[in-house]
């Protein structure tokens, strides 16, 4: 199963940062389909998610400078966030939660791509 993640990287304080995730036709419908993050020596944390409704779950950190979306003709989500700061360093993750069987309830998880807000 591979989640292809692409974006991040260095990060300027202050700037954006766009990541996408393109995910296989077979792991539709989701529960959930979206980001985590893990900072060095911290655990892994949600970032934002769309689940299964099409709503939206964002941690407070990231809320209000984040949008998520996804192209459902491509399989891929993305997300997007402004006015980084050097906290939001972290291995970025793609995840995505089998929402029908025979995998209902598994997640799949992509490689993870560094970001750092940095000058």
């Known amino acids: 199963v591979q989640l292809v993640e692409s974006g991040g990287g260095l990060v300027q304080p202050g700037g954006p940062l766009g990541l996408s995730c393109a995910a296989p036709?077979?792991?539709?419908?989701?529960?959930?389909l979206g980001w985590y993050r893990q900072a060095p020596g911290r655990q892994r944390e949600l970032v934002a998610v769309i689940i299964s409704s099409g709503g939206t779950i964002f941690a407070d950190s990231v809320k209000g400078r984040s949008t998520i979306s996804r192209d459902n003709a491509k399989n891929t989500v993305y997300l997007q966030m402004n006015s980084l700061k050097p906290e939001d360093t972290a291995v970025y993750y793609c995840?995505?939660?089998?929402?029908?069987?025979?995998?209902?309830?598994?997640?799949?998880w992509g490689k993870g791509t560094l970001v750092t807000v940095s000058s």
């Open positions: 036709g077979w792991i539709f419908p989701t529960i959930a």
């Open positions: 995840n995505a939660r089998v929402g029908s069987p025979p995998h209902y309830g598994v997640d799949y």
